[in-house]
């Protein structure tokens, strides 16, 4: 039942945007206080570095099993119940007084985060009429957005401040209020005849995108070696053995004929391939600011903040431009757009006036807010009512894996181009971030040509506003 609840379609946006934020914040606030964790608890740093890592594997490991969940026990069950174990781990996190309980604490948020971002998702699609989804989806898409963003700048504040542990007691009282919320503004809808849960499939594509996530994290690190390429190859192969797999049974854990919906397809798959050029960014900007143009971190987080107020500003323009000019077109030349950005940081130097430093990150949040508005809404568009579960499970996991992805893709770019000294010159450092810039927005701007594929009016039932939309 589509609910018409004027007080559920005000609020329930603002409630996912609320988990996805602390899902999005925590995956990377965590970074900037690993030293000082380390040496509250008294271990190397680097035996910290599966805290980050473990919550990651975690969200890729329980994302498959969220579509079913929502679909047996209920949509307002199951993201009450996610948020109130992301609370829990949260302040387990905060007391833990050794390793084993922080890494125990940080597998549960994950785990409770996993079951925020699809469930969230799959409320926001029933809820919504089809012709509603840009408007619903632009208050969703901009903590994913900007949570990325202020991540390391938040942990370093709270560091520099407070003890490490309110990293994670921030989380509580927001918890609280998203919980309230539930109660009143959460829909509760479930499958009128759930599928039985696969079994072999979880084994299989969980198996799989977590050794995938972990091997992709090593990556990223400059682990690579036989043995990390071997563990690569068993990942993909586990993945693929899912897909073969799902093809023959009758109720699959993802179900991967989706891809066959053109829109669903091209969103997907074209996301995935879009965020492999600007998946890095929050990793690599910080660097440039900090080591490129000597900022601290204060300053540097600063520099940050543009980009997330033009991300919320794009939400009063994303749906005029998508109705005015179809998906087809503003994905392509904003996907071009976002690669000829990216490109631009290569060009930022100590000489650099500020004003300009801030139009570029202002760039920066309008286009990816833009792109990510159109690819999130664009996904169910022409997916059925009793489908749009699985299709909520199977987007957010590629979305997991394409972050994982870019990542790992912007540190072995510039690990290419950093040379035997680059620990130690200054110059041989910059000079990598910039060539990696410049690489990343090159495969940016090639992935456009993905969404060319689309026809001028798909998406239209979607972009189509309707008197009375909210």
Known sequence: MKTTSP???TFLPWLVAIALFMEQLDITIVNTAIPVMADSLGVAPLSLKTVANCYTLSLAICIPVSGWMADHFGTRRVFGFAIALFTLASVMCGLAANVPMLLMGRVLQGAGAAMMMPVGRLAIVRTFAKSELI????FVIIPALIGPLLGPTIGGLIVHWFSWRCIFFVNVPVCVLALIMVRRYMPDY???APRPFDWQGWVLFGSGVGL???QLEALSEGMVGPQALALLVLALSLIAAYAWHGRRTTH???NLGLLRVRTFRVAVLGGFATRLGMGGMPFLVPLLYQLGLGLPAWQSGLLMVPAALSAMAMKWFGAKLLRQFGYRKVLSVNTGMMGLTIACFAFVTQGTPVPLIIALGLAQGLFNSL????LNSMSYADIEAERTSMASTLASSMQQMSMAFGLACATLWMAQYIGDDAQTNHAALTSALRYTFLTLGGITCLTAASFLTLRPHDGANV???RRGAA
């Not at 408007?135 to 632009?138: E, F, L």
């Not at 792109?371 to 159109?374: A, D, I, L, V, W």
């Open 7 to 9: 007080d559920i379609k």
């Open 135 to 138: 408007t619903a989806m632009n």
């Open 190 to 192: 479930r499958a009128a």
């Open 212 to 214: 995938l996530s972990w």
């Open 252 to 254: 699959p854990l993802l």
């Open 371 to 374: 792109q990510f508005t159109s």
């Open 463 to 465: 972009s189509l506003h």
